[in-house]
Structures are given as C-alpha cells and as structure tokens.
C-alpha cells in the first residue's frame, strides 16, 4: 500500500478514554496498512496546566483551553470527542458544521431526541462518523459475530447480558466534579443504563439484530450524595442498577442486568447467546475466550469449546503475535480505529455510526421509560 495520508487528530478531553484512543492512534499504523495515518495534533481541554501534560506524555503538538478554538482550525481533519455525556450533542453538531471528520464516545448522546439533532448534522454535514462502542472489537466477539452470521447458531431463542461492577456502594462517593460526573444525572443523562446496558445493547444489537421492545426495573440506592462542585447534599438522579427483559425482532427473548452494587464484580461483562444447534457466550475478564458448544459435534466428544482466540486465521489476530499469544483491553480501540479508517469513504463505513449508535439510545430512553411507567415500551 502507498505511504497513509496524515489525519490531523483533535481530542478532547485527556481522561480515561482520552488515554484509551490515543494509544490506539501511536500504535494502529504498525499493525494495520491503513490508507490514513493519525497525527496527533492537538489535545484540548479546560485545564491549560493538565492539558499541557497530557500533550507533553503522548506526543500531540499543541494544545486548546476551549474545544470551540479547536474546531475552528483548519489543520484538524478529525475530532474525537471524549468528554462526559451531556457535552456530546453540541461539540458533535459544531464539529459536523466544521466539516470535521468526528469519533464520538458513547453513549451518543443524552437521550434519543439529542442523538436525532446530531445524526441529521452529520448526515448534512457529509462527515464520517463512529461510536466507539469498543466491545464489538474484541476478536472474541467479532468471532461470535462471523459464527452467527455463518448461520452456526441456526434460530437464535435467548440473549443474555450483564455488566457488574461495585463501585459507587459506599454513601461517601460524591456526584458530579471530575472523577465522579457518572453519578450526576445532568453530566451523564442516565446511570448504568446509558454507561454500562449501552455497551451490552449495541453487541446485542449487532450480534442479533434490533430489539423491538422493553419491559424494565431500575433501582437508586443512595437516594442523596453530596456534590463535588457545590459541597451540597443533593438528590440522586441516575439509576444505580436496572435490569430489563426484551423480545428482539428474529422472536429470541433476551435478559439484561447491570448495576454498580455488585461487591465484588468490577468489570464483569458477560453474554451469553442460544441457538437451535449452537450456544456461543464471552466474559470480559478472560476476554480472548470464546466459549462454543455445538450441538452438532459427535456426542461422545460433545461438550463446550473454550477457544483461545490467538490464531492468525480469526478476527484481527493476524495483525499481531503468532498463534497462541493473546492480546488485551486497548487493543478493541485499535481494531476500532483501524476499521473507520479502512472504511472511510466507501459504501459500507466501520459501525457503529451515529444512526447505528442511535438504535442503542432508543433502547435505552425506552428502558427508563418503561422502569417509570411499569409497563412494556416498544421501541
Ligand atoms: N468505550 C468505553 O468503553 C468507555 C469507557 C469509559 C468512558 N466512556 C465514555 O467516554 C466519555 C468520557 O469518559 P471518561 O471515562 O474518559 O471520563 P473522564 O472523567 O476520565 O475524562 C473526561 C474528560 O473530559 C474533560 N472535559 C470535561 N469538560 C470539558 C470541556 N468543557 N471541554 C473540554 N474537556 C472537558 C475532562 O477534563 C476530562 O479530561 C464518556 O462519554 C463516557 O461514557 C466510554
């Protein structure tokens, strides 16, 4: 392939995921031939002094106090947008208007009449535009995609999903400020339904087509916290847990849980799908593991396939060690950026999109919705 094109790279933001993506710009070009390269350009955030250190750390040229100036560059071909939820909708619509190139964290938006302004922006606009639901990237699941898709599971009867963690059990955890913008419901528009159900609904989506409708519960079990910016006591206004039964559009019935209240659980992202001749399920913590169990297999040997997902033969693992060597967390956010950029300006562009990433926030408006009114929401 000819040498890539540079893609002048603008992120804001230089938290957790601010981190994660610019990890995955340094290193995606010595792993994939990619018709563009990212440069990284310039980092932006609020705080000059911490901003100029994140930049100083990972090698971006320059920096902005305000991600307005950013967008107004004219060397800055692609925005990532790594900031809390309720920043999304306006940076991503100016960015559109810019003409920017924009990659977007999820959820996309705070709810689904925000993610509908900014799905018509970059429909206007032209841009190219991604989600970065990163799960769908661990070779693991990409797998479990490829045996669906090949017809290995035949009629699919049950989804089941959970996210754990148990962070936020203790009353002394504020809401709000910068390390804990997830508990205040204006920063993050919901609780684990928007932060963590959002990344098993867009797998579920893509694993097993649109979810037609909900029937929820959800749960806030410290009803006031104080608030890091003001120091006042204040209401609680995300779900701390929810869970939800579904019915899909192929007919299965799914199940899904998530909470921050589970002692012991810190990232446990499990899925589990059945077929009529095939199961397949994945868990984060062992995240280069897909378990599969064919029905189909003799039965003196049948019995469920742990497979170490390392070979050059399955998804992505070509690109990296030799067989048997695994591969971890960060590298779902190089596969990501390797995918956008193969895909950029073709007919079929990398998922999620904004419109994919939208179907995820109906599911979720209709969780809450449903957890309100008690009674099934359709989406
Ligand atoms: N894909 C994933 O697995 C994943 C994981 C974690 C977070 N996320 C998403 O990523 C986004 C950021 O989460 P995080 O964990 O990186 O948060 P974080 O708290 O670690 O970082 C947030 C960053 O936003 C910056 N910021 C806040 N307001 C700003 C403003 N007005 N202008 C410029 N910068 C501003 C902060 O300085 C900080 O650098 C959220 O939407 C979250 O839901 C996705």
Redesign the pocket.
Known sequence: MSDPKPLNIGM?????????HTNAYCKVNHFFDLPYKPVLKAA????EE??KE?ANNWGYESTE???RKLLERDDIDAVD?????N??HE?AIAAAEAGKWIM????LAMNVAEGEEMCAAVEKAGVPNLV????RRCPAVTLAKQLIDEGRLGRVFHYRSQFLQDWTISEEVPQGG??T??LDVEA?GSGVT??LL??CIDTAIWLNGPIASVTAMTETFVKERVHAETGEKTPVGIDDAAAFLARFANGSLAIFESTRYARGHKALYTLEVNGEKASLSWDLHDLHRLQYFDHGDDSVVRGWRNIHVSDGDQPYMGNWWVPGLQIGYEH??VHTVADFLTHVGTDSPAGPTFQDALETQKVCDAILASAKSGSWSNI
Do not use: Q
Request: charged share 15%; proline share 4%.
């Open positions: 804001i933001g230089y938290g957790f995921m601010g981190r994660a932006c955030a609020r705080n911490k901003i994140f106090t305000d991600w947008i790594c900031v809390p939820n920043l999304h940076i977007c964290e999820k959820p970065w639901y990163n799960y910068a390390g913008w997830r993050a928007g932060d959002a990344h779902s956010f």
